[in-house]
């Protein structure tokens, strides 16, 4: 597609239940990032996926948040058990060349009740 | 570890007057900086970078920005802010000596508003 592509742009949880979110990358573009973007907060890097390279995870809050992107395209962002704290926005990100810049999708807002 | 710090997480100026936001970075090596814009409700959008060639970068919508290596700024300016100019506005660094991993580091956010 033209851009990245997130879903579901909104999505509202239980507490305890488990979500996926879901990032379709420009096609070409071999990095693919997760940030998060907390009310009033700044964007939190979670992780990184370059080509084949093991992914970097150093971002992930806790074992309870996961990501796989299958066949160096589409990504999915596994939240486990999920607690009210990881109500935010989550933003996916592609890029050719990262140090040119990234083309962010419109993201995902999460909603933990 | 590169950060970057933007002062003032809420700037208002009137319209036709002039933008200045700010940011400061820290970097052990020489550093790739960026500016994106998010409008209300959507992702991020990349304004400018600096990529090491010229310090004056111009960028989209009548942006610009000046890399300072000796005051580790790069702040964003215009000339004459416009209604549409209301977003939040982001600084970000490239860490070029983690080669293989050029995740970039954000700042903040300032919330730019534009008074009639």
């Known amino acids: 597609g033209a851009g990245v592509s997130q879903s579901p742009s909104n999505k509202v949880t239980e507490k305890g239940k488990d979500v996926e979110l879901r990032c379709d990358p420009i096609s070409g573009h071999t990095a693919l990032y997760w940030y998060r973007q907390s009310l009033g907060q700044g964007l939190e890097f979670l992780i990184y996926f370059q080509g084949n390279s093991a992914p970097d995870k150093s971002g992930l809050p806790s074992d309870r948040f996961s990501a796989e992107r299958t066949g160096g395209s589409v990504s999915t962002l596994t939240i486990q058990r999920t607690q009210q704290e990881d109500s935010a926005v989550y933003l996916c990100a592609s890029s050719f060349d990262s140090n040119y810049g990234y083309t962010f999708g419109s993201g995902t807002r999460l909603t933990v009740v | 570890a590169q950060s970057v710090t933007q002062l003032g997480s809420h700037v208002s100026v009137s319209e036709g007057a002039l933008v200045l936001l700010r940011c400061n970075y820290s970097s052990s090596v020489p550093p790739y900086l960026f500016w994106y814009v998010q409008y209300p409700n959507q992702g991020l959008q990349l304004l400018l970078k600096?990529?090491?060639?010229?310090?004056l970068v111009k960028g989209i919508n009548g942006f610009e920005a000046e890399f300072k290596k000796s005051e580790t700024s790069f702040h964003l300016t215009k000339p004459s802010a416009h209604m549409s100019d209301a977003a939040e506005y982001f600084c970000?660094?490239?860490?070029?000596?983690?080669?293989?991993?050029?995740?970039?580091?954000f700042g903040t956010g300032t919330r730019l508003t534009i008074i009639p």
């Open positions: 600096y990529t090491s060639a010229a310090t």
């Open positions: 970000a660094v490239s860490d070029l000596s983690n080669f293989g991993n050029e995740k970039l580091t």
